[in-house]
């Protein structure tokens, strides 16, 4: 990983962003994956859609939506899962928090599996809190 950056993804980046979504963490209900067609339509949105890349290769990506007002919704956070725990996932969210700061975004939230332990530690550990709320996520297949 000698030449990682942070950078906004072209539509050259997509296929490997939608191999590195076929994880377990990302699976819909119904066994559905984000696919190419999911990432094309989040690249033609007005929706943030950052890459990690080391020269070609795209390492993982962070799409997050409604950068406007006080708040931001981190949709999706994904590294690779062969070079998970290398900083990558710190790095992808550092560079997103400095651009909802220039927007003047005061406020970011997400949702994340109480199963998956690994992912609610790295968020614990980018200083994220877990909500006082008590909510109820619910979801539906169509």
């Known amino acids: 990983m000698n030449n990682l950056t942070i950078k906004n993804c072209k539509k050259e980046d997509i296929r490997q962003c939608a191999k590195i979504a076929r994880t377990p963490e990302l699976m819909l209900p119904g066994k559905i994956?984000?696919?190419?067609?999911?990432?094309?339509?989040?690249?033609?949105?007005?929706?943030?859609?950052?890459?990690?890349?080391?020269?070609?290769?795209?390492?993982?990506f962070l799409i997050a939506h409604n950068i406007i007002g006080m708040s931001s919704f981190l949709d999706t956070l994904a590294v690779s899962r062969e070079i998970r725990g290398?900083?990558?996932?710190?790095?992808?969210?550092?560079?997103?928090?400095?651009?909802?700061?220039i927007k003047r975004i005061h406020y970011i939230f997400l949702f994340a599996l109480n199963t998956n332990e690994n992912t609610l530690?790295?968020?614990?550990?980018?200083?994220?809190?877990?909500?006082?709320h008590d909510y109820k996520m619910y979801s539906k297949s169509i």
């Not at 994956?33 to 390492?59: C, H, M, N, Q, T």
């Not at 530690?121 to 006082?132: A, G, L, M, V």
């Open 33 to 60: 994956y984000p696919d190419e067609k999911y990432f094309r339509k989040v690249l033609a949105s007005d929706s943030l859609f950052l890459i990690a890349k080391d020269g070609k290769k795209v390492l993982g």
């Open 121 to 132: 530690r790295f968020y614990e550990k980018n200083d994220f809190e877990s909500s006082k």
């Open 86 to 101: 290398k900083g990558i996932g710190k790095m992808l969210m550092a560079e997103y928090e400095r651009l909802v700061k």
